[in-house]
């Protein structure tokens, strides 16, 4: 059982790339989200789904789109990567609706 | 977007010793987490608090849900060497497994 797995570890991306943050999960979870984590602050919210086909924007959607066709994975997509998005990267899943949210280990993304 | 209070900040304590941290919010929450990150990791659940006035104990942690729903407190007793790592509590709302409200973490040093 690997709870949530995210892909890839660390990247590095020119200014205007475009990217994919993988993050799935193989504990049947409806819940998703993806949080960013800067220097010195928690957690933000950017994006989250409460199942297949069903996804909201968070406190900080702005340069972010994501989509959830499968149960089991909700990518994260930079279209235009901004020096302002570097950052670390957590998706996360619960089970329902009062369940508290597990964690993956995170994607560090620098962008130049 | 909200955040939580955490305090203190950081703190430096000697093996042993108890520790103290607290969260507070403007807004009520339903539901209280405790999460412990070390370094290149994902944060870990540590206690989830559910109701006013409850207090849970998970091996040497201890947490409660403030009678305000707007504060919750850890405490670790006769700390170790391994519970350095950056403490953090998160709100949740019912119904809203996807949503929580991160603090801004407390960043725990134990010395020896």
């Known amino acids: 059982n690997a709870g949530v797995t995210q892909t890839p570890k660390f990247q590095v991306l020119k200014t205007g790339q475009s990217m994919t943050l993988q993050c799935a999960q193989d504990?049947?979870?409806?819940?998703m989200s993806w949080y960013r984590q800067d220097p010195g602050m928690g957690l933000r919210l950017i994006h989250y789904?409460?199942?297949?086909?069903?996804?909201d924007q968070g406190e900080v959607p702005n340069g972010y789109n994501v989509s959830r066709s499968t149960t089991e994975d909700f990518p994260l997509r930079l279209l235009s990567a901004a020096p302002s998005q570097t950052s670390v990267y957590f998706c996360?899943?619960?089970?329902?609706?009062?369940?508290?949210?597990?964690f993956g280990d995170g994607t560090r993304l620098s962008i130049l | 977007g909200q955040q939580l209070n955490q305090s203190p900040q950081s703190m430096f304590i000697q093996e042993g010793e108890d520790v103290s941290m607290n969260c507070t919010s403007s807004s009520i929450f339903n539901t209280w987490l405790w999460y412990k990150q070390d370094p290149g990791e994902g944060p870990v659940l540590l206690i989830a608090?559910?109701?006013?006035?409850e207090l849970t104990s998970n091996g040497r942690l201890t947490a409660q849900f403030g009678i305000t729903r707007k504060d919750s407190f850890l405490n670790i007793s006769a700390s170790i060497p391994s519970d350095v790592g950056i403490y953090f509590c998160?709100?949740?709302?019912?119904?809203?497994?996807?949503?929580?409200?991160f603090g801004t973490g407390t960043r725990l040093q134990v010395t020896l």
């Open positions: 608090l559910y109701k006013a006035g």
């Open positions: 504990m049947n979870h409806e819940y």
């Open positions: 996360a899943s619960s089970s329902y609706s009062n369940q508290p949210q597990h």
């Open positions: 789904s409460v199942g297949a086909g069903i996804t």
């Open positions: 998160a709100g949740q709302f019912t119904g809203t497994a996807s949503k929580l409200t």
